[in-house]
């Protein structure tokens, strides 16, 4: 485990070979501005997000037999489907009828034995083999047995689906993933069964969004009313990691949270009555209500590495987007997809315990409400941000060691992105 | 179409029902705080913070399932305290500041495995 202020620049390999992350970025902390912006370097972005492993969801969403859900990769103009057959398990396939190339599935998620184009009424076995195509006989160059809906990768680890876009992936998800793949396998995700999910279109290149989900540095003060109370302690105000690891492509780091924060019942009685009757996901502090019978993250030891007493939970940022954030009382993902090199989707879930009163549920409807309005003053600075640095006035950024985690993003994003552009990104040698 | 009163003891917050009590979702809650004043809000927050106690002993009195429709609209109206807080008790104003207005944002709820 790294201490907040070392950076280290160390190989990760996405498939390409092991190649180390743009060396500027991460030792002085200095990165050209024109990455957020650059056509070029968005369309080898997209290259790189149709061979590489996507996080698409969780098991639990797909629990049952023609269960389904969609998952959009925009970058790619890729949509998904991933769903659970009887007989061959969860599946993943392109939601594209073969007939003509329609859209087969238009919602986000069901339930189905059968999945019928709306289009001509071609109609598909979960396992993805063509049952029945009106006026077959009229078809003389589709042969059913012979036809499947297109194939796409999917694999799991700790519960969650992976899909991979390349017909012939460079990695399985465990090399992706590497020693990750060996992490948080029996945590208890599924012990936060209820989960609140939102999505917004941004107007800021999605790098943007990861990085402010990768560091604390700003929430004391865009977050001075909304969340700086809970997750900043007095020691330690400009959030540094308490111990953050570079595994690959990925990164793992360890966060505080206030231990001294208590709700004044004058001032905030509402948000007092929230935290006294659910335990705010984040929060480690005693006046959380027992939970005894859930299981809890605060034990297992693929988590809170460097034993930092205050521990306000781990975030596992996995290239090329996406953090899973765990914590004490329940656990999030949060993302940030490329649609255009000034365009983005964010995607956030929440996970809660399942309510057991109506109280309950009010306190995790209260705990909505602020969480959405922390991702809520995120989003709408990005958007601004996007603007400034569109507009060319900076030549370059910068990140501090307490922006540790995005020195290591961009440098990793970066000479990912060299690479595909043919530049001369710096290469371990071999060993 | 007559609106079922809130229960005797909540007669209270009838003023409020009508505004809250047809709500069904985050989306709509939040949408009606970012429209409203904030005296608007804290007459709101005023009349109900300090009873959630009671509000949710009463509601959580009755089975698991549907409440009847006086409890229902109850609950519904109660649950509009969750934007009233962040408006009253965090930001001191009815809207995140730099968000458009109006916001428009789902929050979708579900729930895996048996409800």
New interface residues.
């Given amino acids: 485990m790294r201490s907040f202020d070392e950076p280290l620049l160390s190989p990760f390999d996405i498939g390409f070979g092991p190649t180390l992350p743009k060396r500027e970025v991460v030792e002085n902390g200095i990165a050209q501005a024109n990455v957020y912006f650059s056509p070029e370097r968005f369309a080898a972005e997209r290259e790189i997000f149709s061979k590489v492993w996507l996080f698409a969801g969780r098991v639990e969403e797909v629990a049952q037999p023609g269960d389904w859900f969609v998952k959009d990769v925009e970058i790619c103009d890729a949509s998904v489907i991933i769903v659970n057959d009887r007989s061959e398990g969860i599946k993943a396939f392109h939601n594209v009828c073969l007939h003509r190339g329609m859209k087969l599935l238009w919602e986000p998620r069901g339930h189905n034995g059968l999945f019928t184009c709306p289009y001509h009424a071609w109609s598909f076995a979960t396992d993805g083999t063509l049952k029945a195509l009106p006026d077959e006989e009229n078809f003389p160059q589709v042969c059913k047995r012979e036809q499947k809906l297109k194939p796409v990768s999917v694999d799991s680890w700790a519960g969650f689906l992976f899909i991979n876009l390349d017909p012939h992936p460079q990695q399985t998800l465990e090399q992706f993933l590497g020693p990750i793949s060996n992490k948080l396998i029996d945590a208890p995700f599924d012990a936060y069964p209820r989960s609140a999910s939102l999505t917004s279109p941004m107007d800021a290149n999605w790098k943007l969004g990861n990085e402010a989900s990768g560091e604390g540095y700003h929430v004391s003060s865009l977050h001075r009313k909304s969340a700086k109370g809970w997750a900043l302690p007095e020691d330690n105000p400009h959030s540094h990691s308490l111990g953050w690891e570079q595994v690959g492509p990925h990164l793992i780091t360890t966060l505080p949270s206030n231990p001294d924060f208590t709700v004044d019942l004058t001032a905030r009685p509402i948000q007092a009555f929230a935290f006294m009757n659910q335990a705010q996901i984040t929060s480690n502090s005693d006046d959380a209500p027992d939970q005894e019978a859930q299981p809890s993250f605060s034990d297992h030891p693929d988590l809170n590495r460097p034993k930092a007493k205050n521990w306000g939970g781990d975030g596992f940022f996995l290239f090329p987007t996406g953090q899973i954030g765990v914590f004490p009382n329940g656990w999030w993902f949060n993302s940030y997809w490329p649609v255009a090199v000034d365009k983005s989707r964010w995607y956030a879930r929440w996970y809660f315990c399942a309510p057991k009163t109506r109280r309950q549920r009010f306190a995790q409807e209260c705990m909505m409400a602020m969480y959405r309005d922390v991702l809520t003053e995120d989003n709408f600075s990005i958007n601004g941000q996007h603007q400034g640095l569109a507009s060319g006035a900076l030549e370059q950024v910068y990140f501090g060691y307490p922006e540790i985690l995005l020195r290591h993003m961009s440098g990793i994003m970066q000479a990912a992105v060299d690479n595909r552009l043919g530049g001369e990104p710096e290469r371990l040698a071999a060993e | 179409m007559s609106i079922t009163k809130l229960p005797d003891q909540f007669s209270a917050l009838e003023p409020f029902a009508e505004k809250w009590g047809r709500l069904e979702t985050?989306s709509e809650r939040?949408l009606l705080r970012q429209s409203l004043t904030m005296d608007e809000l804290r007459t709101f927050?005023d009349a109900a913070?300090?009873r959630?106690?009671e509000i949710?002993t009463y509601?959580?009195s009755f089975p698991d399932g549907d409440l009847p429709e006086a409890e229902a609209r109850l609950?519904r109206t109660?649950?509009g305290?969750?934007?009233?807080?962040?408006a009253?008790?965090?930001?001191?104003a009815p809207r995140?500041?730099?968000?458009?207005y109006p916001?428009h944002?789902?929050?979708?709820?579900?729930?895996?495995?048996s409800e």
């Fill in positions: 985050a939040y927050h913070a300090n959630l106690d949710f509601l959580d609950y109660v649950m305290l969750s934007e009233v807080m962040q009253v008790e965090i930001f001191g995140v500041k730099n968000a458009p916001h944002i789902d929050t979708i709820w579900t729930h895996s495995g």
